[in-house]
């Protein structure tokens, strides 16, 4: 088989993919007007949901502030550039905090929340947060065009 002969399709496949630049999307330091409709309209959905839910108002408050404190931790610590890591750091302050206030529990127990309760907590809100981003991100990006 010579070369003119050879397959496209192998050849295309032969050929090393090009991967897309990686972005972390994270809490940005200015917002802009996709980013406010968008941030606004995630903690309305977040509100309706727990209240839906039955949840007492302590939980919507709770709630509120942990998003909160996520959001501008991702924004602040390490100069955004690792959100998820500020997200978690964020997190476990924040559950040892509540714990500690809330039970005046031991330095086990204290520990055991952060790990169990603070790193996932965190990991998957920042991650949350840093999808609400990837909308307002396309939003932007829709809007501009």
């Not at 994270?26 to 509100?47: E, I």
């Not at 924004?75 to 550039?81: D, E, K, R, V």
């Not at 206030?101 to 920042?126: K, N, Q, R």
């Amino acid at each position: 088989m010579s070369e003119s002969d050879e397959d496209p399709i192998m050849a295309e496949l032969a050929e090393q993919p090009v991967l897309a630049e990686r972005t972390v999307y994270g809490a940005p330091r200015r917002f802009d007007l996709a980013t406010m409709l968008t941030v606004t309209t995630s903690y309305a959905l977040m509100f309706a949901i727990i209240r839906a839910c039955g949840a007492p108002d302590g939980m919507l408050l709770w709630a509120g502030g942990f998003v909160t404190l996520v959001g501008a931790a991702q924004a602040l610590l390490f100069s955004g550039a690792s959100p998820r890591a500020a997200s978690i750091l964020a997190s476990v302050a924040f559950v040892l905090v509540t714990v500690g206030f809330a039970d005046a529990a031991s330095w086990g127990v204290l520990m055991i929340a952060g790990i169990f309760w603070g790193v996932p907590l965190g990991y998957l809100t920042g991650a949350l947060i840093g999808g609400i981003f990837l909308i307002a991100d396309a939003i932007r990006r829709r809007i501009e065009r």
